[in-house]
């Protein structure tokens, strides 16, 4: 979600503590952020062993820590989230 709107859904397939992967689905909106998740991907297909990568990481995924809300399976916002999107793959790991 973005200011209330949704941007996709997330069909939840496996699981691998702390990770939950699935298919996405996205929403018109989506369109709008999309661009953040492809950054966020490149700095990970970049990562290197140099103590820069959490900070590039950190940049990149800002603003979907700012800007996005992640619902959990009861409707209700998260506390605590990382989700990565790439194509119609998710994964994320959440807490309460």
């Known amino acids: 979600m973005r200011q209330g709107v949704p941007l996709g859904a997330v069909t939840v397939e496996s ?6 992967h699935g298919r996405f689905a996205p929403e018109p909106g989506f369109g709008r952020v999309a661009s953040w998740f492809e950054a966020v991907q490149k700095v990970m297909a970049a990562e290197t062993d140099d103590d820069s990568f959490g900070e590039r990481f950190d940049e990149v995924y800002a603003p979907i820590a ?6 959990s399976p009861d ?4 506390a605590d989230f990382l989700l990565h999107i790439e194509g119609a793959e998710a994964w994320f790991r959440w807490s309460e």
């Open 15 to 20: 699981a691998d503590f702390p990770w939950l």
């Open 75 to 78: 409707g209700l916002p998260v």
């Open 66 to 71: 700012g800007e996005l809300t992640l619902l």
